[in-house]
């Protein structure tokens, strides 16, 4: 092992007592959708990034009750594609039971861009995003980007659905697990969720 030299070893002390993390902290909040809206939570989770997924959607009123959860496994698919999936399951969800006006949120950006019409829809989910257009098309819908965070109910059931068989389907406030009634009680209580992340700051020349 070589050894540090005396000035080796004062240069990394000095730069140990000198270093200062950059922290990003930031309060995301989850909000109830305007008088007389909806509000459809969608997320989409993978194992692997082509493998098992499923997809999530959480629908809610304007007290933040939830109205229907559905969730669904996907075999041999990647996230972009188990994301579209989630919007598409909650839009035609809100759409068939005239749960409309209502806002889809998901935290993938990308999503919301292609949907949008921002940008360009790649070939693989080219099926999902046809869809969703057509059903956005028959009644009141509004697409919106949210922190993953925000969407804190609907991914913990995401991740549920790995340990069960099939698709779920929860219709009630009772029919959720402990721990998703205390993530839709904290939501309706407007309590935030923390979300802190580290970056480095590149020095100039």
């Known amino acids: 092992m070589k050894n540090i030299g005396t000035q080796d070893h004062f240069q990394m ?5 000198e270093y200062r993390p950059h922290n990003r902290i930031r309060l995301v909040l989850w909000k109830c959708p305007h008088e007389g809206c909806f509000k459809c939570n969608t997320a989409g989770a993978s194992r692997v990034n082509l493998g098992l997924c499923s997809a999530v959607f959480c629908v809610r009123n304007e007290r933040g009750d939830l109205v229907e959860a559905g969730a669904r496994k996907l ?3 990647t996230n972009i594609v188990a994301k579209a999936s989630a919007i598409q399951d909650g839009l035609e969800y809100c759409i068939s039971n005239h749960l409309v006006p209502v806002v889809i949120e998901s935290d993938s950006l990308i999503m919301i861009n292609i949907v949008e019409e921002i940008w360009d829809s790649p070939w693989k989910i080219s099926v999902e995003v046809r869809k969703i ?3 956005s098309n028959k009644g009141y819908v509004q697409f919106a980007h949210i922190l993953r965070e925000g969407i804190a109910l609907a991914d913990y ?4 659905v790995f340990d069960f068989a099939g698709t779920i389907q929860i219709h009630s406030f009772q029919e959720l697990p402990t721990a998703a009634r ?5 939501d309706k209580s407007a309590m935030p969720y ?6 480095k700051v590149r020095e100039l020349d």
């Open 13 to 17: 002390v000095q730069f140990i007592e």
């Open 75 to 77: 075999q041999d698919t």
């Open 133 to 135: 257009k057509q059903w």
């Open 157 to 160: 059931l995401a991740n549920m």
């Open 182 to 186: 205390k993530i839709l009680n904290s």
């Open 194 to 199: 923390i979300m802190h992340s580290t970056y």
